[in-house]
């Protein structure tokens, strides 16, 4: 009976010590963190190419071979081994100005996203937690400047901010910087949009028995609002930030395809559909295939990142699919 006793003592001592209490392993997490994301294929495809696409943009003056506006063969050269996707009219190589493209995409793309996201955030909290005439001078603002149609807006405030003069390719956050007029543009279009999500779910969140506790014990207003409420709508903001991208990649590339976007000759997605490259669309049609199946990809990837992120951070939502 003893020894019982003590193999049972022993057995229960070793099972302990190897799989401990609290202790998950990092298979086991790894495990849960993939989970979600097992289940939306096309979420991680997005991620894939979003990730891609931002690569390209870092690494672009490394994986580039040729400088994109360097006359390096001749004119309208059909694809070889020199040249992968062909020259356009001026003898540029296409493939190097597909790769610098992406700076400008995805560089327009971030910085407006976090602009007009963090503005939209900040004037929803604030709007929300307040209320009053601060929610309703905010709301009236907000709904003039966004009875503007999109584009409009945006060929508006670039008109006034001025256009930019030239973009200085190589280093993305030094692209991010000299195209910051037509960043501003856009993303004054996106905070209206921004706000009023983040203003209802503040709403709810701040009649919660947690807000009114942090009033109790004396909690200042910003404190509430940036320390414990925004932590809750936290997740809200990021689906917004990744359901947007897709939108802004598409809109800086019509806007460059109207001529309004970046400087003539910097290397650009919507600029290279544009100009005199539609009239070789039939007779030199790799002009405009890496351009177009770059923005395609990378529009598409931006979308199916959006809708997996909000599935799986969106409780609503969770379980729908």
Same mark, same amino acid.
């Given at each position: ?106 560089? /327009?793309?971030?910085? =407006?996203? &976090? +602009? *007009? ?6 004037? @929803?909290?604030?709007?929300?937690? $307040? !209320? ?105 903001? /990021?689906?917004?930030? =990744?359901? &947007? +991208? *897709? ?6 590339? @019509?806007?460059?395809?109207?001529? $309004? !976007? ?60």
């Amino acid at each position: 009976m003893a020894r019982e006793v003590g193999s049972s003592a022993s057995v229960a001592q070793e099972t302990f010590v190897l799989s401990p209490i609290g202790a998950p392993s990092l298979r086991g997490t790894l495990a849960t963190a993939w989970a979600p994301w097992g289940r939306r294929p096309l979420g991680v495809i997005g991620a894939f190419v979003i990730v891609a696409a931002l690569v390209m943009a870092i690494l672009a003056p490394f994986i580039a071979p040729f400088d994109p506006n360097e006359f390096v063969g001749r004119r309208l050269q059909s694809p070889d081994g020199a040249h992968i996707l062909g020259t356009n009219l001026l003898g540029q190589d296409m493939l190097s100005r597909t790769i610098y493209g992406a700076q400008v995409s995805i560089g /327009i793309a971030l910085s =407006s996203t &976090i +602009i *007009g996201v963090g503005l939209g955030t900040v004037l @929803g909290v604030l709007s929300a937690y $307040y !209320g009053g005439w601060l929610d309703l001078v905010v709301q009236r603002v907000m709904e003039v400047i966004a009875s503007f149609p999109g584009l409009i807006l945006v060929l508006m405030i670039v008109a006034a901010l001025g256009r930019p003069s030239g973009a200085r390719e190589g280093n993305l956050l030094v692209l991010m910087w000299d195209l910051r007029a037509l960043s501003i543009a856009i993303a004054a279009g996106l905070i209206f949009g921004v706000m009023r999500v983040i203003r209802s779910t503040v709403l709810k969140e701040r009649s919660l028995p947690y807000v009114e506790a942090a009033r109790t014990i004396g909690a200042s207003p910003i404190r509430i609002m940036f320390r414990h409420i925004l932590p809750n709508v936290f997740p809200y903001v /990021i689906v917004t930030f =990744s359901s &947007i +991208i *897709g939108f802004i990649i598409l809109l800086e590339a @019509g806007i460059s395809f109207l001529g $309004y !976007g970046v400087s003539i000759g910097t290397a650009s997605w919507g600029a290279d559909l544009s100009g005199r490259n539609r009239d070789f669309f039939m007779s030199a049609p790799w002009v405009m295939l890496g351009p177009g199946i770059a923005l395609t990809l990378t529009v598409m990837g931006a979308n199916f990142l959006g809708d997996a992120l909000r599935d799986i951070l969106d409780p609503r939502l969770r379980g729908s699919r």
